[in-house]
């Protein structure tokens, strides 16, 4: 089975390399990968893994083979991978808890995305109510920034982006930004 694993050499941070098929526990499921979403931290930080481990945490797939446990979703299911170490491997064995199903409404590759950026937005905002509330997201072109920038908007407030220069400022406004900002004196 092909993955992407760890390289500390100079051909790296990762490489294509042929690796051992995973062998599921009874409450994991084996999940086939069409899709990876990349992320800063994952690259950035790759001298934190050891050389020839499969890499990654986003991605999004097919279930294969269900949890023989019964717990999780059927063979079949269309599911996105978050925080779950070593996805990026043609297949993967997987506990349930890091499966969301992803809608047929939904693009495969798009429930890739989400991943550890969007969690991270998604469990900052979680911690107070937005409705009605002006919200300042700073570093708001970053992954994360861009999905707290949609998370604040679809949740009733009103969101001033703060981004480094004014090329980084592109789309904010059509993610839900009622305010883009590259420095706050200019509030």
């Known amino acids: 089975m092909r993955a992407l694993v760890v390289d500390h050499g100079e051909s790296g941070p990762v490489r294509f390399a042929d690796v051992d098929e995973p ?10 990968i069409r899709h990876i979403g990349l992320n800063f931290g994952e690259l950035n930080y790759v001298h934190q893994w050891p050389a020839g481990a499969v890499h ?12 023989s446990d019964g717990s999780g979703p059927p063979e079949g299911t269309r599911v996105a991978l978050g ?17 969301a199903t992803v809608p047929e409404s939904v693009d495969l590759a798009d429930g890739a995305a989400p991943g550890i950026a969007g969690v991270t937005a998604l469990r900052v905002l979680r911690t107070r109510s937005l409705l009605a509330r002006n919200v300042l997201i700073t570093g ?13 908007a679809l949740a009733g407030a009103r969101v001033t982006a703060l981004v480094g220069s004014p090329d980084r400022a592109a ?17």
């Open 23 to 32: 062998v599921p526990t009874s409450g994991e499921a084996l999940v086939e």
């Open 56 to 67: 990654g945490h986003d991605a999004a797939g097919i279930v294969v083979r269900a949890a």
């Open 83 to 99: 925080m779950s170490a070593h996805a990026w491997a043609e297949r993967v064995a997987v506990r349930p808890s890091a499966l």
């Open 140 to 152: 708001a072109s970053g992954g994360v920034g861009h999905f707290a920038v949609q998370l604040a």
């Open 171 to 187: 789309g904010l406004s059509e993610l839900g930004a009622d305010q883009v900002l590259t420095d706050l004196a200019e509030t």
